[in-house]
């Protein structure tokens, strides 16, 4: 699901986050070492591993809160935040 981008100036903006739990068993490879999501998805359909998700939360949270978890991921809050336009 892709996410949309609503204009602050029609109606207010809505943000949410999403946490998945995913549990992976395996031989012989580590999946706590930084490997990428797309690389854990072929190593459990595909590959030599099994997994499932074993839960998950999600919430509405405000648009400070989306702000600061944005940043801690490294990504600029621009990217899912409109910025005012006086700035």
Do not use: C, N, W
Not at 30 to 51: K, N, R
Not at 68 to 74: A, P
């Amino acid at each position: 699901m892709q996410p949309t981008k609503t204009s602050t100036s029609s109606m207010t903006t809505k943000y949410f986050r999403t946490v998945f739990r995913f549990e992976v068993l395996s031989t012989d490879e580590d999946f706590g070492s930084g490997m990428s999501l797309a690389d854990i998805h072929y190593e459990t359909m595909e590959g030599h591993a099994s997994g499932r998700f074993l839960d998950g939360t999600h919430k509405e949270v405000s648009e400070k809160d989306m702000r600061k978890l944005l940043e801690d991921q490294g990504t600029d809050p621009s990217f899912l935040i409109e910025e005012d336009e006086d700035g």
